[in-house]
């Protein structure tokens, strides 16, 4: 069985920043796919940022610029580092990982709040 645990959710003021970690525990998986979501209230769950094992990163354009996804897959752990937030980020923040056999794993989720 596969866990994500993810932490540094908080609130902050906007165009301050805040770091998201994300490690997977249980059985040891080679995800091909790791990255993060994020569902505001009254919206559906829109992807972040994403990392594939070969290390191409993509971004919601929303997030181009200001955001910074990293991965390290020895340790099966990803990060999402926010700067200039703004209120409009506000949602609670997702893990996934998904695995060679297209099995999506999701973690708990984190609420970040950013205060105008």
């Known amino acids: 069985q596969v866990q994500l645990v993810e932490s540094g959710g908080g609130l902050v003021q906007a165009g301050g920043s805040l770091r998201l970690s994300c490690a997977a525990s249980g059985n040891r998986i080679s995800f091909i796919f790791m990255g993060w979501y994020r569902q505001a209230p009254g919206n559906q769950r829109e992807l972040v940022a994403g990392i594939i094992s070969g290390g191409t990163a993509n971004y919601a354009d929303s997030v181009k610029g200001r955001f910074a996804i990293s991965r390290d897959s020895a340790k099966n752990t990803v990060d999402l580092q926010m700067n200039s937030l703004k209120p409009e980020d506000t949602a609670v923040y997702y893990c996934?990982?998904?695995?060679?056999?297209?099995?999506?794993?999701w973690g708990q989720g984190t609420q970040v709040t950013v205060s105008s």
């Open positions: 996934k990982a998904t695995d060679k056999f297209v099995t999506a794993y």
